[in-house]
């Protein structure tokens, strides 16, 4: 069975700090997809981005960026000068490629800016 | 565009009540899915469909029911409400094209059981 972790449930910054977020994941199947969400205090959930397992090149959108290394199952999110409206939980999850893409989804991690 | 819409946004039950939550989707998606997101936990499936008439269960399937009568809906049942099932409920919905498809998020469910 698939399985994600996000070790860090809480994390406090100052504003423009740097973060990075973990997240670790397990599986057997060789083709996956890795996903970052993130859900502000209003509670919905807003996608990131999407990864397959076949694409190790690492990405960057803006102040956001990730990084993919299959060697140590991880897929980390890392948040440049953040600002107050980064304040959020973000959440990293896996799906297989079989019939009825289920996410398995990580804890989550409690992302505070303070300004 | 409405994408993934929920009814109710609120509801407080009793224990041994029952009510439907509904989710409807305008994107033609074939996949649709419930979760219930608990503190720590993240979210959890508990039931999904890949199509019209189909479900099957999930994670946490236990204690409640779902049916997919039409593509655009996904309901989901609690026949006898239990305090362990207070949660914050999402429907999503993605293509059927394959894991590579973003799942769309519903705005959220509070249900509270007393």
């Known amino acids: 069975a698939q399985k994600v972790t996000q070790a860090q449930t809480e994390i406090s910054v100052v504003e423009k700090e740097d973060v990075t977020l973990d997240c670790v994941y397990e599986?057997?199947?060789?083709?996956?997809?890795l996903f970052w969400y993130k859900q502000p205090p209003s509670g919905e959930l807003v996608f990131l981005i999407r990864?397959?397992?076949?694409?190790?090149q690492n990405e960057i959108s803006g102040r956001y960026s990730w990084n993919f290394q299959k060697s140590t199952s991880s897929f980390n999110f890392t948040i440049t000068a953040s600002q107050v409206v980064d304040s959020a939980v973000y959440f990293c999850?896996?799906?297989?490629?079989?019939?009825?893409?289920?996410?398995?989804f990580g804890g989550g991690t409690r992302l505070m800016v303070k300004p | 565009n409405a994408g993934v819409t929920q009814t109710p946004k609120f509801r407080v039950l009793k224990t041994g009540q029952s009510m439907t939550l509904l989710c409807a989707q305008d994107?033609?998606?074939?996949?649709m899915y419930w979760y219930r997101q608990d503190p720590g936990m993240g979210l959890r499936l508990i039931h999904y469909?890949?199509?019209?008439?189909?479900?099957a269960k999930g994670e946490v399937p236990d204690g409640y029911n779902v049916s997919r009568l039409k593509k655009q809906n996904f309901l989901l049942g609690l026949e006898s409400a239990a305090p362990s099932q207070t949660s914050v409920y999402f429907c999503?919905?993605?293509?059927?094209?394959?894991?590579?498809?973003?799942?769309?998020f519903g705005p959220g469910t509070r249900l509270t059981v007393t």
């Open positions: 990864r397959n397992s076949f694409d190790e």
């Open positions: 999850a896996l799906s297989l490629n079989n019939a009825g893409n289920m996410l398995t």
């Open positions: 999503a919905s993605s293509n059927i094209a394959g894991s590579s498809y973003e799942q769309y």
């Open positions: 469909s890949v199509g019209e008439g189909t479900t």
């Open positions: 599986t057997r199947d060789t083709t996956y997809y």
């Open positions: 994107m033609n998606h074939e996949y």
